[in-house]
């Protein structure tokens, strides 16, 4: 876990330009805002929320409307990994939801907000989204090691690709029992 002390600046947790590693700049920003809000606050009156990747209505990022776009076109789609892959994208409406009902709460805490463990694969995604276009198309899943050693970039050339260990594997169980639905 990152951390950072609650009067972090905007310079603290920045990695030299040099730098090759992995970016914890973000991590550590958030750490030190958390610490900062539970100190003026107190811990009790602090929701903690940390969301993984939120789709639905209004999404500006572009991932499932990118899915959804490819899905209306037919034809052969490219579809990366395998289709039983766990993925655990969360519902903006869920999210809005919770997010209000944790101000209004008195307990406080902190939430991974994604869906469940299980809930949902990529396959389940990609078939929705054919299913919402009313697309023809038919899935061709390519294994992720072929992807990776044909130079396909991770989250921008197939959105919501990854293969990194623990990227779909968030504990979010803190939050159902919250009441994320």
Request: net charge negative.
């Amino acid at each position: 876990m990152l951390d950072a002390p609650a009067d972090a600046d905007v310079n603290y947790g920045r990695l030299p330009t040099y730098w090759d590693g992995p970016d914890w700049y973000y991590g550590r920003q958030k750490a030190g805002a958390e610490r900062a809000a539970k100190e003026a606050f107190g811990a009790p009156r602090v929701s903690v929320l940390r969301p993984g990747v939120i789709l639905g209505p209004g999404e500006y990022v572009g991932r499932l409307p990118w899915w959804l776009r490819r899905a209306s076109k037919g034809g052969a789609i490219l579809a990366p990994g395998l289709s039983s892959k766990t993925i655990q994208p969360v519902d903006v409406r869920d999210v809005a939801t919770f997010a209000l009902d944790q101000a209004a709460s008195s307990s406080g805490g902190e939430f991974n907000v994604t869906a469940p463990l299980g809930h949902d694969t990529m396959g389940g995604l990609l078939g929705a989204c054919g299913d919402a276009t009313g697309s023809a198309g038919e899935l061709v899943w390519a294994p992720d090691d072929m992807l990776v050693a044909h130079g396909v970039q991770h989250w921008t050339e197939l959105p919501l690709w990854r293969t990194h260990a623990g990227v779909w594997n968030v504990d979010s169980s803190g939050a159902q029992a919250a009441g994320l639905g």
